[in-house]
């Protein structure tokens, strides 16, 4: 059997002008990645990363930890199918769309406005994200400026059909978002859309959900571990 690691990168800058960019807390709770793997033996043959510049310095931090103790590290792959869905071009797409039709998002959306300098903004822009998310995945509403939720799937579901080729027993590690990783689940557990999607809220920044996999089998052996963290570092964003 072979072994597909998907690791959430690290935690980046929230609501900041480059949100693509690992904090502090990120670039320390990567290296607690490769320190653990090094620690406990762990090796991978191939390693992959999405292109987004949270999950390459994810994957380098992580690389450059576990070649410190003196482990080799192979030559990581970046593959667009690893890449998040592009929520800003969600929200700016869909958001006005439903605040015009759904009274209870126009609320939201107003109570977000007013909170502005206050730690409720962050919780209220997330009660909003949700939504507009979970109309995107239903797909009831569209924007000709928007991808559909199944294209971003069919293209996820693309980029671990490659990883799993190869030679049997190949262990495998990548570095990712949270909206692959649902995807990824949801092709092990066979869950409904709206479900995938609502495990994508629980997913926190370096944890690693494991798969085992054959020819004809793809079955989820692990989700959302945080091991390697202390929990003063666990976080969502």
Do not use: C
Request: charged share 25%; no cysteine.
């Amino acid at each position: 059997m072979g072994t597909l690691v998907l690791a959430r990168h690290g935690q980046a800058n929230f609501l900041s002008d480059d949100y693509d960019k690992l904090s502090q807390v990120g670039e320390t709770q990567a290296r607690r990645l490769g320190t653990f793997w090094a620690s406990n033996g762990r090796v991978f043959d191939a390693v992959f990363s999405g292109p987004r510049k949270r999950q390459i310095r994810s994957a380098e931090l992580a690389r450059e930890a576990y070649s410190e103790s003196g482990f080799a590290w192979p030559d990581y792959e970046v593959i667009p199918e690893l890449d998040e869905y592009d929520g800003q071009e969600v929200m700016a797409g869909l958001l006005p769309i439903l605040i015009e039709r759904d009274g209870s998002i126009r609320e939201l959306a107003e109570a977000h406005e007013r909170s502005k300098g206050s730690d409720e903004h962050y919780k209220g822009f997330q009660r909003i994200f949700e939504r507009v998310v979970v109309a995107w995945v239903e797909g009831g509403i569209r924007h000709p400026e928007v991808t559909p939720w199944t294209e971003f799937k069919a293209r996820v579901q693309r980029g671990i059909s490659r990883m799993r080729d190869g030679e049997r027993g190949r262990r495998v590690l990548a570095f990712t978002s949270g909206g692959p990783i649902s995807v990824t689940m949801q092709m092990a557990l066979g869950v409904s859309d709206q479900v995938a999607i609502g495990l994508n809220w629980q997913i926190r920044n370096t944890s690693l959900t494991e798969f085992i996999f054959s020819k004809d089998r793809f079955s989820l052996d692990t989700f959302n571990s945080l091991a390697h963290l202390d929990r003063e570092l666990w976080t969502y964003r």
